[in-house]
């Protein structure tokens, strides 16, 4: 049988070898990351153009398209009833 000293001994030699582990595993990720943020290029700033500009204002729908859509929700439920 081991004495208890031994044991505490031990625990404590793996804690610390779990801890210089994950310190050693966390900054070689930090200094990646940082690398890699020195490396890749930056996100371009996006322009709106005039013709992307009109694109977006007619995104409205327009009444004729609404006025049918109406008529044809219309004609269903009357067919339903």
Do not use: W
Request: glycine letters at 2%.
């Amino acid at each position: 049988m081991t004495d208890l000293g031994s044991v505490l001994m031990e625990a404590a030699t793996i804690m610390i070898t779990g801890m210089v582990v994950v310190f050693v595993f966390l900054s070689i990720l930090i200094f990646l990351v940082q690398l890699l943020a020195k490396i890749a290029p930056a996100d371009p700033e996006v322009v709106n153009t005039p013709a992307q500009m009109a694109v977006k204002s007619s995104d409205t729908v327009q009444p004729e398209i609404v006025a049918a859509i109406a008529a044809a929700v219309n004609q269903y439920r009357q067919r339903q009833a």
